[in-house]
Nanobody, 130 residues
C-alpha cells in the first residue's frame, strides 16, 4: 500500500526559506511521478511542481525561480523535496505531496493537474507573514 508522508512546513517571514520533504513507501520500483500541490483557504488545490519518472521537472509559473523540486530514489524509499526560497505571503497554504500509479501517460502540460495523481499525503502547513 502506497503511503506519502510530508514534513518540513512551518512559519516564516516574507523572504525566508523552507524545505519540504515527502517520503513515499509501498512502491515496487521508482517508475512513478511525484508532485507538490498546495491549497490556500477558500481556494482550489493547485499544482506547484512536478518531478516525473523520467526526470522531467515542471514548475507553476508562480514559483519559477524561487522553488526547486528534487528527488532521491533509494532502495525501497523515495523522497521528494521542495526547497522554497524568497517566500511570499501568497505562498501561504497547505502543501500536499502526490504521486501517480506509475506508467501513467500524460504530457508535461498536464503534469500539474490533480486528476493524474492517485496517492496523497496528509499535508504540511506553510505560513508566510509579511
Amino acid at each position: 500500500q502506497v503511503q506519502l508522508v510530508e514534513s518540513g512546513g512551518g512559519s516564516v517571514q516574507a523572504g525566508g526559506s523552507l524545505r519540504l520533504s515527502c517520503v513515499a513507501s509501498g512502491y515496487p520500483n521508482s517508475w512513478f511521478s511525484m508532485a507538490w500541490f498546495r491549497q490556500a483557504p477558500g481556494q482550489e488545490r493547485e499544482g506547484v511542481a512536478h518531478f516525473g519518472r523520467f526526470g522531467t521537472i515542471i514548475y507553476a509559473d508562480s514559483v519559477k525561480g524561487r522553488f526547486t523540486i528534487s528527488r532521491d530514489d533509494a532502495k525501497n524509499k523515495n523522497t521528494l523535496y521542495l526547497q522554497m526560497n524568497s517566500l511570499r505571503p501568497e505562498d501561504t497554504a497547505m502543501y500536499y505531496c502526490a504521486s501517480d500509479r506509475g506508467g501513467s501517460d500524460y504530457s508535461a502540460l498536464e503534469a500539474l493537474e490533480l486528476r493524474w495523481y492517485n496517492f496523497w499525503g496528509q499535508g504540511t502547513q506553510v505560513t508566510v507573514s509579511s
